[in-house]
């Protein structure tokens, strides 16, 4: 069952908008528009660009805002926010309070949840995690399984792969 089966069109929060559409690699992608008042979103508001329905959840009070695109497989869930030109794409996932925003990307099947936040240039990809309060920004590039948590920050120029977890308390501990 895709996001989309359950809601009938009077319970959705959200519409695609048909004539105003983007492509992004050999896609379309849809503006959304709100069609209730929920979180911060006003019914009417616009907000950025999703493939289909299948990619933001009717549920919660998750939103893709701005100039922000979702597409391929991506799921944007529960309150989880998505501004700027973010792009989440490929199989990843933003969900439970997960913020991603400005020119942030998180694809393959990268996972921002639990209060995590990336944003500026950051990139999150392969099977990373960005939750926990923690936060990836600046030019970071996170990857392979890659776990950022417990408030830590990974920012600047640092790329990290491998089977690394990076937290508040201590950083570069094997899981």
Known sequence: MSLADSFARGEKKYELVPDQQIMVAGT????IRALKNFGN????DLGGFVRSEDNLSQ???????DEAQVYDA?????DAQIFGR??????ARVSDRGQVLGNAQIFENGWVFKNGVVFDNAKVFGAAQVRDNGLAYGDAEIF???RVVDHA???GDARIGGRTVVDGHEKGSGF
């Not at 973010?86 to 199989?91: F, K, T």
């Open 59 to 65: 549920r919660g009070n998750c939103w893709v805002g």
């Open 28 to 31: 379309a992608l849809y503006r």
């Open 144 to 146: 392979d399984n890659v």
């Open 86 to 91: 973010a792009r989440v794409y490929g199989h």
């Open 41 to 44: 979103v006003k019914a009417g």
């Open 74 to 78: 991506a799921v944007v869930s529960d």
């Open 153 to 155: 920050q990974v920012c």
